[in-house]
């Protein structure tokens, strides 16, 4: 009992804070009027005026969202990486005290933890003002992946060390 509240605790806390947050509509979660009132937006304006890329069909650019949407964007889908970066880390480390194999343990780790951002997407879609993206969960995906490695590089050195 003491495991599974040690390694699964974190892992379900974890998706819980993602579930909250993917229960706030947009509003609730809207950066700009902050990003407005504390940051010079002529520095972004400046700096970004000539990137533009589009995603999930729409345009990303400062000249067709103003700096502080243009800025915003970028936060949300650090904020995408960050968040599962950490769930797929937290998930390998509760599956690594059940699986012996490591490659066993990163493949579920990362399944899990697409499944996981799969459901957030669709959870987002009965969300006021909120809308899924499968750019989220290639986001999402690749965060977890990462968390996951490192998670895989850190047990792999303390195992080493104990032999």
Do not use: C
Request: glycine letters at 4%; aromatic letters at 14%.
């Amino acid at each position: 009992m003491k495991k599974i509240l040690l390694y699964w605790l974190p892992v379900f806390l974890w998706m819980g804070i993602i579930f909250y947050a993917s229960s706030q509509p947009y509003e609730k979660q809207d950066l700009r009027p902050t990003l407005s009132a504390n940051l010079d937006l002529t520095i972004i304006e400046t700096l970004f005026s000539s990137v533009e890329l589009h995603y999930a069909g729409d345009e990303i650019s400062v000249e067709a969202l103003g700096a502080a949407h243009f800025l915003e964007f970028f936060i949300r889908k650090a904020a995408h990486f960050i968040t599962y970066f950490v769930l797929g880390f937290l998930m390998y480390r509760a599956l690594k005290h059940y699986l012996l194999n490591n490659r066993s343990t990163w493949l579920i780790a990362w399944f899990m933890t697409i499944l996981y951002a799969i459901s957030d997407e669709i959870h987002q879609g009965f969300t006021p003002n909120r809308s899924p993206h499968i750019e989220d969960v290639m986001i999402d995906a690749t965060g977890g992946l990462i968390g996951i490695l490192l998670a895989s590089i850190i047990y792999r050195k303390i195992r080493t060390k104990k032999i």
